[in-house]
């Protein structure tokens, strides 16, 4: 199912020739500089909301350290509703009811007084906000956790008490999944709408409404078990009905999609009280009298298998027939040994790294919980009352198709070596018949999914570079790309992988219809026969994609092709954002919304009303309504008016150049504050493959955030983001294929002052940052965040955030390699930094933290060590027990303000600080730190 907010933004290839296009530019005016004080009073929008008739626009805005508030404001008039909702940090959860009526949301403690509950371990509670959106009239209720509507026009709203028990401690990592506990149960109040009434029920643990709010499900939970169970309430009646009882655990209690069936699962303890064996518990048939039970006990006789238990922490589904119910089902627990136990040290700890390993230890050891709490795909039957174990050992993944007549499996034994050294991962792929459990294998050794239409009646799927649909009754594939005068596979993708698919935009409702792109026109195709149509027909022509359909129904499945499409467009060469109205029975466009701006668009579920957003690097993406034809959109926001006050970037200018080879490529310059043309300045660039999609992101000042080109803009800074295009068996060669002719075309716009550049990459661009100082002087002061500096030893090291080995990186993903580096020897070594150390000139720091998972510490310490022993102008920042990048606030702080602190030394003429002239020894650290501990008022020293 498509999304309902959809952010038309896009990935960038080959531009067009253009000089150099302006965004915009603002005055020269005497402002206030950022302080820290004001980056962390800036605000940002944290979630919104449009109601279901498009008459009521809500959103939370919150600074980045402070209080939020909760809008709500009428889309027809001038009505506006403002609440106070404390600390900004905390999720208001705000939701408008399903008819437009009321609004709610979680108020929580100012941002002080949070941070005093946190300071003494006390719990910081919500209160939860009722807002009548006719009257105006507000009601509250004290802790509470979570809110939710009865149904779609709500009569009754459900809250969620907060629970004061402490938090239970957190598995040990690798451990088994343990016995389900009793549930940290808690109170719900149920609060009548309509009579301003409340009623609380105790001891709950898991709780929903159906579809339409007439039936609340919930389970009970005691500390005691007595009276657990599920009850059912009529909330048009108040009439409860016990639907289960017994003094078992009750999880996972799961409504159907349609609301109109209800199921649970049931854990007892076994005969040894070692496990937990759970039963499924389901209605359906609600009526007024009550619904129909049904309870499955796994048995023999219905074909379940021997030591097998249903998995306690999947939720069941009902088919979409109500005919049968998917479970998991997993081993039950092993008997408890019998003998004497391990004594501490008796037992050792080894791991054994066997050449046969499909995965690595150290990947098995990540996954290890994973693995235990797989359970296997199972379908339980009713009308039959069989049992059918649908994914198998050597068979894991499987998925149901709509209409649950068929379901689709892969097994990837075979290719799971390979895949977790290669990276490219093949599977067989097949078909399973749910009424016999039989299967039928349609592909082998296939990077492709099978992607089934809405009806469950058939599949797509990729190969050799084009799409195939089949019938899953069976019967021969037919290829609906043949002879279609454009590719259907990545062909922009410069990755070492081999027609690399690009994804369906979506089938139609009846599944009769494939919509597909070539990454520029969305593109019809019937399914049983006749031609394929180009819908857009102008979008490779005029740089323009055409990329996701809008859908404002999260419930729909597929797309209606009866109705006009509404689709996003991103202009390739001009960044342009927009929305097209398409008709899906004949080729042409109606654009709606073109704007210089980045766009992202929602539309009312009911009604033809469409909030929208649009921002620049300039101006914060504020959000607009519309009608149908987005004529005349009223502005509905205004988060950050304070910015007028400051020196903020005069614009964002798009930089068209040449590649070393012949690519034409953009890059985004960022200008700086109070620009001045014919004026040159000191300019960053940073770099991380392709980022000139990035010319209308606005980017919110902070204080955490280590190269945030506002902050550096703001200072007085220019700021280049250029597109980096690969070659295979060159990374580090294209970088300096691409950037070197960026920071050129850029320096001949005037703006940028070529004796003043600075250069800037973490991780990926780390590597490249590290790569570029060995390969040109270009760059007067350079920072590599986390780099790769040896392909070689980097190579057959391992990935310990996954643990899977690194490999993969380099053949197929980011490294772009053909082969190893014995089969590619030459390749690997012209591509490693250090291998050409002794030509850096560049004044370099490196980051590199001990616990990093992704890039190993050693690779900048190896870096740095070389270095330093060539006399180079080095110095290495690791913040102990960090990983790959920084998480906490005070270390980003830190290493955001040395960063500023270097560059404005190396390209402003800044008196550079003693802790990089010098460095600091180890017993005059903490000195050092306090000597830049900032003040109270947020100033640093």
């Given at each position: 199912?498509?999304?309902?907010?959809?952010?038309?933004?896009?990935a960038?290839?080959?531009l067009?020739s253009a000089?150099i296009?302006?965004?915009?530019v603002?005055?020269?005016?005497a402002?206030?500089?950022?302080?820290?004080e004001?980056?962390?009073g800036w605000?940002?929008?944290?979630?919104s909301?449009?109601?279901?008739?498009?008459?009521?626009f809500?959103y939370?805005?919150a600074p980045?350290e402070g209080d939020a508030?909760v809008v709500?404001?009428?889309?027809?008039?001038?009505?506006?509703y403002?609440f106070p909702?404390?600390?900004g940090?905390?999720a208001?959860q705000?939701t408008?009811s399903?008819?437009?009526?009321?609004?709610?949301w979680?108020?929580?403690p100012?941002?002080?007084?949070s941070?005093k509950?946190?300071?003494d371990?006390k719990?910081?509670?919500?209160?939860?906000?009722?807002?009548?959106?006719?009257t105006?009239?507000?009601r509250?209720?004290?802790k509470?956790r979570r809110?939710v509507?009865?149904g779609?026009?709500?009569?009754?709203?459900?809250?969620q008490?907060?629970?004061?028990?402490p938090?239970p401690?957190?598995?040990?990592p690798?451990?088994?999944?343990?016995?389900?506990?009793?549930s940290?149960?808690?109170?719900?109040?149920?609060?009548?709408?309509?009579?301003?009434?409340s009623?609380t029920?105790a001891?709950?643990?898991?709780?929903?409404?159906?579809?339409?709010g007439?039936w609340?499900?919930y389970?009970?939970?005691?500390?005691s078990r007595?009276?657990?169970g599920?009850q059912l309430?009529?909330?048009k009646?108040?009439?409860?009905?016990a639907?289960?009882n017994s003094?078992?655990l009750?999880?996972r209690l799961?409504w159907a999609?349609?609301?109109?069936a209800?199921a649970v699962l049931?854990?007892?303890?076994?005969?040894a009280?070692t496990?937990t064996?759970?039963?499924?518990?389901a209605w359906?048939n609600f009526?007024?009298a009550?619904?129909?039970?049904t309870?499955?006990e796994?048995?023999?006789?219905?074909?379940?298998p021997?030591?097998?238990?249903?998995?306690?922490d999947?939720?069941?589904?009902?088919t979409?027939t109500?005919?049968?119910?998917?479970?998991?089902?997993?081993?039950?627990?092993p008997?408890k040994a019998?003998?004497a136990?391990?004594?501490?040290?008796?037992k050792p700890?080894?791991e054994i790294?066997?050449?046969?390993?499909?995965?690595?230890q150290p990947?098995q050891?990540?996954q290890e919980?994973?693995?235990?709490a797989?359970?296997?795909?199972?379908l339980?039957?009713?009308?039959?009352q069989?049992f059918?174990?649908?994914a198998t050992?050597?068979?894991?993944?499987?998925?149901?198709?709509?209409?649950?007549?068929?379901?689709?499996?892969y097994d990837?034994?075979?290719y799971?070596l390979?895949?977790?050294?290669?990276?490219?991962?093949?599977?067989?792929?097949?078909?399973?018949?749910?009424a016999?459990g039989?299967r039928r294998k349609?592909t082998?050794a296939?990077?492709?999914s099978?992607?089934t239409s809405?009806d469950g009646?058939?599949?797509?799927?990729?190969d050799?570079g084009?799409?195939?649909?089949?019938?899953f009754?069976?019967?021969?594939s037919?290829?609906?790309?043949?002879?279609?005068?454009?590719?259907?596979w990545?062909d922009?993708d410069d990755h070492n992988?081999?027609?690399?698919?690009?994804?369906p935009?979506g089938?139609?409702?009846?599944?009769?219809?494939?919509?597909?792109?070539?990454g520029?026109?969305?593109?019809r195709f019937?399914?049983?026969?006749?031609?394929?149509?180009n819908l857009?027909?102008?979008?490779?022509k005029?740089?323009?994609r055409?990329?996701?359909?809008?859908?404002s129904n999260?419930?729909?499945?597929?797309?209606d092709l009866?109705?006009?499409?509404?689709?996003?467009?991103y202009?390739?060469?001009t960044?342009?954002?927009g929305?097209t109205?398409v008709d899906?029975a004949?080729?042409?466009?109606?654009?709606?919304?073109?704007e210089d701006a980045?766009?992202r668009v929602?539309r009312?579920r009911?009604?033809?009303?469409?909030?929208?957003?649009?921002?620049t690097?300039?101006d914060?993406p504020?959000?607009?309504?519309a009608?149908?034809?987005?004529a005349?959109?009223?502005r509905?926001?205004d988060i950050?008016?304070?910015?007028?006050e400051?020196?903020?970037?005069?614009g964002?200018?798009?930089?068209?150049y040449?590649?070393?080879?012949g690519?034409?490529?953009?890059?985004?310059l960022f200008?700086?504050?109070?620009?001045?043309?014919g004026k040159?300045y000191?300019?960053l660039?940073?770099?991380?493959?392709?980022?000139?999609q990035?010319?209308?992101?606005?980017?919110?000042?902070?204080?955490?955030r280590?190269?945030?080109?506002s902050?550096?803009t703001?200072r007085?800074?220019?700021?280049l983001m250029?597109d980096?295009t690969?070659e295979i068996n060159?990374?580090?060669?294209?970088a300096?294929?691409?950037?070197i002719?960026?920071v050129?075309?850029a320096a001949?716009?005037?703006?940028v002052?070529?004796?003043?550049v600075?250069?800037q990459g973490h991780?990926?661009?780390?590597y490249?940052?590290a790569?570029?100082v060995?390969?040109?002087?270009?760059?007067?002061?350079?920072?590599?965040?986390?780099p790769?500096?040896?392909?070689?030893?980097m190579?057959?090291?391992?990935y310990w955030?996954?643990?899977?080995a690194?490999?993969?990186?380099?053949?197929?993903?980011q490294?772009?390699?053909?082969?190893?580096?014995?089969?590619n020897m030459d390749a690997y070594?012209?591509?490693?930094?250090?291998?050409?150390?002794d030509k850096?000139?560049?004044?370099l720091?490196?980051l590199?933290n001990?616990?990093?998972?992704?890039?190993?510490?050693n690779?900048?310490v190896t870096?740095y060590n070389?270095?330093?022993?060539?006399g180079?102008e080095?110095l290495?920042?690791?913040?102990?027990?960090e990983?790959?990048?920084?998480?906490k606030?005070?270390?980003m702080k830190?290493?955001?303000r040395?960063?500023d602190e270097?560059f404005?030394?190396?390209?402003?003429?800044?008196?550079?600080?003693?802790w990089?002239v010098n460095?600091?020894?180890?017993?005059a650290?903490?000195?050092?730190?306090?000597?830049r501990?900032?003040?109270?008022?947020g100033?640093?020293?």
């Amino acid at each position: 199912m498509l999304p309902r907010f959809v952010r038309f933004a896009a990935a960038l290839v080959l531009l067009p020739s253009a000089v150099i296009s302006a965004q915009q530019v603002a005055a020269p005016t005497a402002l206030k500089p950022l302080t820290t004080e004001a980056m962390n009073g800036w605000k940002s929008m944290r979630g919104s909301a449009l109601s279901n008739d498009g008459t009521w626009f809500a959103y939370t805005v919150a600074p980045a350290e402070g209080d939020a508030e909760v809008v709500i404001r009428s889309t027809g008039t001038t009505q506006e509703y403002r609440f106070p909702v404390g600390d900004g940090s905390q999720a208001s959860q705000l939701t408008l009811s399903g008819d437009a009526k009321w609004a709610a949301w979680l108020s929580w403690p100012t941002f002080k007084d949070s941070k005093k509950l946190k300071k003494d371990r006390k719990p910081v509670q919500a209160t939860a906000m009722l807002l009548n959106l006719t009257t105006g009239e507000k009601r509250e209720v004290e802790k509470v956790r979570r809110i939710v509507f009865a149904g779609e026009k709500p009569s009754w709203v459900a809250l969620q008490a907060a629970s004061d028990a402490p938090t239970p401690a957190a598995a040990a990592p690798g451990a088994p999944p343990a016995a389900p506990a009793a549930s940290a149960s808690s109170a719900i109040i149920l609060h009548d709408l309509v009579h301003n009434t409340s009623l609380t029920v105790a001891d709950v643990g898991e709780f929903g409404f159906d579809w339409s709010g007439e039936w609340l499900a919930y389970t009970v939970e005691t500390p005691s078990r007595v009276g657990n169970g599920v009850q059912l309430r009529n909330m048009k009646t108040d009439v409860v009905r016990a639907a289960d009882n017994s003094k078992g655990l009750y999880r996972r209690l799961t409504w159907a999609d349609s609301g109109l069936a209800l199921a649970v699962l049931r854990g007892m303890p076994d005969s040894a009280a070692t496990d937990t064996l759970f039963a499924v518990v389901a209605w359906k048939n609600f009526t007024a009298a009550g619904p129909t039970r049904t309870v499955y006990e796994p048995s023999a006789a219905t074909g379940f298998p021997a030591r097998m238990k249903i998995a306690g922490d999947r939720a069941p589904r009902w088919t979409q027939t109500f005919d049968g119910l998917y479970l998991g089902i997993r081993a039950v627990n092993p008997p408890k040994a019998k003998g004497a136990e391990w004594e501490d040290d008796e037992k050792p700890n080894v791991e054994i790294w066997h050449g046969k390993d499909a995965r690595l230890q150290p990947q098995q050891k990540v996954q290890e919980s994973a693995d235990k709490a797989y359970s296997y795909l199972s379908l339980y039957r009713m009308a039959d009352q069989r049992f059918l174990q649908l994914a198998t050992d050597d068979m894991k993944t499987v998925t149901a198709a709509p209409m649950d007549r068929w379901a689709v499996g892969y097994d990837d034994r075979a290719y799971e070596l390979d895949a977790n050294l290669s990276g490219v991962r093949k599977r067989d792929a097949y078909v399973i018949d749910l009424a016999t459990g039989a299967r039928r294998k349609v592909t082998t050794a296939s990077t492709a999914s099978l992607m089934t239409s809405p009806d469950g009646q058939r599949f797509a799927y990729m190969d050799d570079g084009h799409y195939f649909v089949q019938e899953f009754a069976g019967g021969a594939s037919r290829n609906l790309t043949a002879g279609v005068a454009t590719t259907f596979w990545n062909d922009e993708d410069d990755h070492n992988v081999v027609k690399p698919p690009r994804f369906p935009v979506g089938w139609s409702v009846d599944g009769l219809t494939l919509l597909l792109t070539d990454g520029w026109d969305i593109w019809r195709f019937p399914v049983r026969g006749g031609s394929a149509v180009n819908l857009t027909g102008n979008g490779k022509k005029d740089g323009i994609r055409y990329r996701q359909v809008l859908v404002s129904n999260p419930r729909q499945r597929g797309l209606d092709l009866t109705k006009p499409m509404l689709i996003g467009t991103y202009g390739e060469w001009t960044k342009k954002e927009g929305l097209t109205r398409v008709d899906p029975a004949k080729p042409g466009v109606t654009p709606l919304l073109w704007e210089d701006a980045a766009v992202r668009v929602t539309r009312a579920r009911d009604a033809d009303i469409f909030a929208f957003s649009k921002g620049t690097f300039r101006d914060y993406p504020d959000w607009y309504l519309a009608g149908p034809t987005f004529a005349a959109p009223k502005r509905m926001t205004d988060i950050n008016p304070q910015q007028k006050e400051y020196a903020w970037s005069a614009g964002a200018r798009l930089v068209d150049y040449v590649s070393d080879h012949g690519v034409k490529l953009q890059a985004a310059l960022f200008l700086p504050a109070g620009y001045e043309p014919g004026k040159k300045y000191p300019t960053l660039v940073y770099i991380y493959e392709k980022l000139s999609q990035g010319l209308h992101q606005y980017s919110a000042p902070n204080e955490t955030r280590a190269l945030n080109p506002s902050n550096y803009t703001a200072r007085g800074y220019a700021v280049l983001m250029p597109d980096i295009t690969y070659e295979i068996n060159n990374p580090g060669m294209s970088a300096v294929w691409s950037v070197i002719p960026a920071v050129k075309a850029a320096a001949a716009t005037g703006i940028v002052d070529i004796d003043k550049v600075g250069l800037q990459g973490h991780s990926w661009g780390g590597y490249q940052t590290a790569f570029l100082v060995t390969q040109t002087d270009l760059f007067k002061a350079a920072i590599a965040g986390a780099p790769l500096t040896d392909m070689i030893s980097m190579y057959s090291s391992v990935y310990w955030n996954s643990g899977s080995a690194n490999q993969p990186i380099f053949e197929s993903s980011q490294g772009r390699f053909k082969g190893n580096f014995l089969e590619n020897m030459d390749a690997y070594v012209r591509n490693s930094p250090n291998r050409f150390a002794d030509k850096v000139k560049t004044p370099l720091i490196i980051l590199h933290n001990d616990k990093d998972g992704a890039v190993d510490f050693n690779q900048g310490v190896t870096y740095y060590n070389t270095l330093r022993e060539l006399g180079k102008e080095v110095l290495m920042l690791s913040y102990p027990g960090e990983n790959h990048g920084l998480a906490k606030p005070a270390n980003m702080k830190d290493y955001a303000r040395r960063m500023d602190e270097f560059f404005d030394a190396k390209l402003m003429g800044k008196t550079p600080p003693d802790w990089y002239v010098n460095g600091v020894p180890r017993l005059a650290m903490e000195e050092h730190l306090k000597s830049r501990r900032p003040t109270k008022a947020g100033q640093v020293p």
